[in-house]
Nanobody, 123 residues
Framework: QVQLVESGGGLVQAGGSLRLSCAAS????????MGWFRQAPGKEREFVAA???????YYADSVKGRFTISRDNAKSTVYLQMNNLKPEDTAVYYC?????????????????WGQGTQVTVSS
């Protein structure tokens, strides 16, 4: 069984930065696709970024150039560095893991989810 534990959310002013962390227990993070989704109030869950086994990355257009996903294999931890944050980035951010296939932007293709961490960006 895989457990994903997120940390690092909080309140930040527009233009600021936050780094989210996701520690994966029960599996070696480098062996799987891991990523981040987010969900704002009243909106559907939205793909943010993902990282595959070979280190390849994929980003949503809305965060490209501002967010960076990375992984520390020794710690089985994935990070999401978020810079130049905007009020529209406000959402609950979820860490995800997929133990089959490649990167996908479809939330139904990820079979493990963290509990979520709130990110609030004030204007």
């Amino acid at each position: 069984q895989v457990q994903l534990v997120e940390s690092g959310g909080g309140l930040v002013q527009a233009g600021g930065s936050l780094r989210l962390s996701c520690a994966a227990s029960g599996r070696t993070a480098s062996m799987y696709v891991m990523g981040w989704f987010r969900q704002a109030p009243g909106k559907e869950r939205e793909f943010v970024a993902a990282l595959n086994r070979s280190g390849g990355t994929y980003y949503a257009d809305s965060v490209k150039g501002r967010f960076t996903i990375s992984r520390d294999n020794a710690k089985s931890t994935v990070y999401l560095q978020m810079n130049n944050l905007k009020p529209e980035d406000t959402a609950v951010y979820y860490c995800v893991l997929r133990d089959y296939g490649g990167i996908s932007t479809n939330p139904y293709n990820y079979n493990y989810w963290g509990q979520g961490t709130q990110v609030t960006v004030s204007s």
